[in-house]
């Protein structure tokens, strides 16, 4: 059941992007952040809205990614759709809308929400935001904008006289006029889903780069006569794509940064903010106190009054409570209740005995 009473919702997210101008080995959906692949930080944005089904599109050739996701989303009802010729936003929205199963009930009832893959500082209370304005609105479609004091490289939202958004220009396809717009298209929609798959069947790929662009849905959905509305963003940074190394970092940064401040608000003591890592899996109890330099990775828990750092690793530890860990490394690594680790202690699972000359290997 969505978060909005006997709606039904449902959700596609668009990831069939090839990504080279990351130019790296690792698929763009896996990049991590905190710990997580960006994928997954926008799969679990979408959890506020509670969907009843997410289809994941992405490109041929993709199963790590699949693999990886569903092994990370088991709580989520997510499915996995394939775009085999890269042919824009919209072809890859026609994939997901053609892989999600009939809303329960009325066939032609639900509502869609799209986003890109590539935006992993979406805030959960912003997707709800808008689905719940879109509901109340009554339109065909809500999608969110912001104004920009430079809007270079972003799609243009054009208003209609009545206030409107009657369509979207890329800026390529974009004239001085509309150019100069400073309001623009954050690439996030909810539709009514019974209008999506008509609107996208009339794409035409007629433009600059001759790709079915989902922008276009707009506009197709406004000479039909439905109503188009935008919901405006505070903090353009949430929908911020990334497309290479440089946004990526800072991707990094802004999701630390917030994930400290959670741990802040819960009674964590964090002495320099700035210079502390922690991972989205990482449990940490009221009451302890990291210090300078310290990375928390993976699983690790750590027990209540617990000190951690200064310029300490952990990767899938657990601490008891009280503990202290100083200037150490440890990878699952157990440290009991109020024992004292440190300095320089470098920490892992015990290694296999050797065997006795003459004995069996444990190879053997």
Not at 13 to 22: F, S
Not at 84 to 108: I, K, M, N
Not at 158 to 178: H, L, M, N, T, W
Request: include cysteine; charge should be negative; aromatic fraction near 4%.
């Amino acid at each position: 059941m969505s978060a909005f009473g006997g709606v039904d919702v449902s959700a596609i997210v668009l990831a069939a992007g090839r990504g080279a101008r990351m130019r790296s080995n690792v698929r763009k959906p896996l990049h991590r952040l905190a710990g997580a692949p960006m994928l997954a930080h926008v799969v679990d944005a979408l959890s506020a809205c509670r969907p009843d089904r997410i289809v994941v599109v992405l490109g041929p050739d993709d199963e790590t990614v699949a693999k990886e996701m569903q092994s990370r989303t088991g709580h989520l009802p997510l499915d996995v759709a394939e775009q085999s010729v890269p042919r824009g936003t919209g072809d890859a929205a026609a994939c997901g809308l053609a892989a999600l199963p009939d809303p329960s009930g009325d066939p032609e009832a639900g509502e869609l929400i799209i986003v890109p893959g590539d935006a992993p500082l979406m805030r959960p209370a912003t997707l709800r935001s808008l689905t719940e304005s879109h509901l109340a609105s009554g339109a065909a479609c809500t999608l969110l904008t912001a104004r920009l004091s430079d809007p270079s490289g972003y799609g243009r939202i054009v208003r209609g006289r009545d206030g409107a958004v009657s369509r979207i220009v890329e800026q390529a396809d974009a004239s001085p006029a509309e150019a100069a717009i400073d309001e623009v298209a954050a690439s996030v929609y909810v539709v009514r889903r019974s209008f999506c798959g008509p609107a996208l069947r009339r794409i035409r790929p007629d433009n600059a780069a001759g790709e079915f662009y989902l922008t276009d849905m707009v506009q197709v959905l406004a000479q039909m006569g439905h109503r188009v509305e935008a919901f405006s963003l505070a903090d353009w940074t949430e929908v911020q794509g990334v497309n290479n190394q440089e946004q990526l970092a800072c991707a990094r940064a802004e999701i630390n940064r917030r994930v400290v401040e959670g741990w802040l608000r819960a009674g964590v003591a964090i002495v320099d903010p700035a210079n502390t890592y922690l991972d989205v899996t990482v449990r940490l109890a009221a009451g302890v106190v990291l210090l300078p330099g310290v990375v928390l990775e993976g699983c690790t828990v750590v027990g209540k009054g617990a000190v951690i750092g200064p310029h300490t690793r952990l990767v899938d530890c657990a601490v008891g409570a009280e503990a202290v860990v100083e200037m150490s490394c440890g990878t699952d690594a157990e440290i009991g209740p109020r024992r004292r680790v440190g300095p320089f202690a470098v920490l892992g699972p015990a290694p296999p005995p050797y065997p006795e000359e003459g004995g069996t290997s444990c190879n053997s």
